[in-house]
């Protein structure tokens, strides 16, 4: 994606040296409200005037540039920390073209960083989304009127304020006259309830981005709205304090679930310098607060960006590929091992099987000895018997042979050496 630094550089611009459509509406209303030549018509008046004349100059229409607020909302396509940089090179460059005033100053020391640049300095808030494109919303909140900002725990005896919608109501009305004279009425004020400490004043602060003339989803605080719009107008503070028939342009109400012990309600006071804008950012199309830029993305870093992603993809598929590899030869490592293991198996079982046939065969070699000692022993008895037969016959043909060497081998033979023992 193409760096944005010169589209933010330029809502940078846009915001600080004008005011959006609604509240320029709102404004010139307000002046048609009070008398023409009144304290109140001419203060609107050049609250007006001052705005035109700071827009054609491309200056601040107040000397307080504010802190810097941005919400961007961000889709697969934009890295954030690609849209991080981006803003804050464009924050330096505004600050050197003087659309800022240098702002941020050490919360210590009170050195200026000379840039707006600085520790949380500008802040930016991230959402990240499905939908491809980008959308940059900015604020700009002026010191004087963020100084009487307020938050309240209710119950608050002080003010008579208990854990309902009256009571939320008295915590508006309670803030807004203690603005008086500090933030450069009229103002509109953003309404957190619920919440802790921390997400009351951020919703309170998210709901100054909404327009002046919608209308709440939720009916209740609708009601609400409208109705503490035309009761704090009964103050009379009018611009800056001069009295007139219009103290706020708007009232918006947020509101987030809270835990049974707290609740918290927490304003936000914007003055009438209300600066905020929007750019949003899809393909190669950008637009300003809905109006197109004729400042197309370009496509330059695009195709470097493609090329980076090529880059990227060939180097996933380097990576798969080697860890395919890896695997292939961790497989083979365990088939190797696995075979070793088997051979070894295997070598242990053949020994086994060749010790078990080797006693197999001693336990047969012995059976056949055993064999052939008995078939010696009835040889031998059998030779035996034929000499007996040939002695008693030979008696019988010639009585003076003697009978008893054939006897004495027969006995030799019937007494066969011990054999040894397996
Ligand atoms: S409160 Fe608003 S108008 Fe007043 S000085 Fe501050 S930024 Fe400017």
Wanted: proline content about 6%; glycine content about 10%.
């Amino acid at each position: 994606m193409a760096s944005l630094r010169p589209y933010i550089v330029e809502l940078i611009r846009h915001t600080s040296s004008g005011l959006p459509e609604d509240v320029l509406d709102a404004l010139a209303e307000a002046r048609d409200n009070e008398p023409e030549g009144s304290r109140a018509w001419s203060t609107f008046e050049l609250m007006i005037s001052n705005v035109e004349a700071a827009r054609q100059a491309s200056a601040p229409i107040c000397q307080d540039t504010g802190t810097l607020i941005f919400y961007v909302d961000h889709g697969p396509d934009h890295s954030p920390h690609a849209l991080e940089r981006d803003i804050v090179a464009a924050v330096r460059e505004a600050t050197r073209r003087a659309y800022l005033r240098p702002n941020a100053v050490d919360p210590i020391t009170g050195v200026n960083s000379g840039d707006n640049v600085g520790r949380g300095s500008p802040y930016i808030h991230f959402t990240a989304r499905k939908e491809k494109g980008v959308r940059v919303r900015l604020m700009m909140k002026g010191g004087g009127c963020e100084n009487v900002g307020t938050q309240y725990s209710l119950p608050d005896e002080s003010i008579g304020a208990g854990r309902d919608l009256d009571g939320i109501r008295r915590c508006i009305i309670d803030a807004v006259q203690k603005a008086q004279g500090f933030g450069c009425a009229p103002g509109t004020v953003g309404v957190g309830v619920g919440g802790d400490r921390v997400t009351s004043y951020i919703e309170s602060k998210e709901q100054l981005f909404r327009p002046l003339r919608d209308v709440n989803p939720d009916p209740v605080l609708a009601d609400l709205e409208e109705e503490l719009l035309g009761s704090l107008q009964g103050l009379n503070i009018g611009p800056m304090g001069f009295g007139g028939e219009t103290t706020v342009l708007g009232v918006k109400i947020g509101a987030r679930h809270r835990v049974p012990a707290s609740f918290f309600v927490s304003i936000s006071y914007m003055c009438w310098a209300y600066r905020k804008g929007e750019l949003t950012v899809k393909g190669r199309k950008a637009a300003l607060d809905g109006h197109p830029l004729g400042l197309p993305v370009p496509v330059a870093r695009k195709a470097a960006s493609r090329t980076a992603a090529k880059a990227v993809v060939a180097k996933k598929t380097g990576a798969k590929k080697a860890g395919a590899k890896k695997a292939g030869a961790k497989k083979a490592d365990a088939k190797k091992t696995g075979a070793k293991k088997a051979g070894a198996k295997n070598a242990g079982a053949k020994k086994t099987v060749a010790k078990k046939a080797a006693s197999k065969k001693a336990v047969a070699k012995k059976a056949a000895s055993k064999k052939a000692v008995a078939k010696k022993a009835v040889a031998k008895k059998s030779v035996a018997k034929k000499s007996v037969a040939k002695n008693a016959a030979s008696k019988t043909t010639s009585p003076r042979k003697p009978a008893g060497p054939a006897v004495q081998v027969a006995s030799r033979r019937a007494r066969p050496k011990k054999l040894p023992v397996l």
